[in-house]
């Protein structure tokens, strides 16, 4: 197996992983703010699901830069050409 293919793999399994942490984490606030309580716990709380949000956009971040550039189809094809 190519260095090439390995980073396809690797960064196509970190992409998806990362943006369903990301959907996770969206999710996660959005029940968050909808809780009528505000105590001690629901703060420790948003201060994770805030880590959680870095830590995803971290994953999203290298996997990013680990993907090969040329593995992503181009979205815009007439753009491509200038």
Known sequence: ???RSRRERVGTAML???TELAI???ELEERLAAATTRDAAF???HGAVALAG???SALLWVAWRIQP???MPD???EFSER
Do not use: E, L, V
């Open 54 to 56: 870095w830590a995803a």
């Open 24 to 26: 996770d984490q969206r």
């Open 16 to 18: 998806r992983t990362g």
């Open 43 to 45: 703060s420790s709380a």
């Open 75 to 77: 979205a815009w094809p």
């Open 1 to 3: 197996m190519s260095i």
């Open 69 to 71: 550039r040329t593995s």
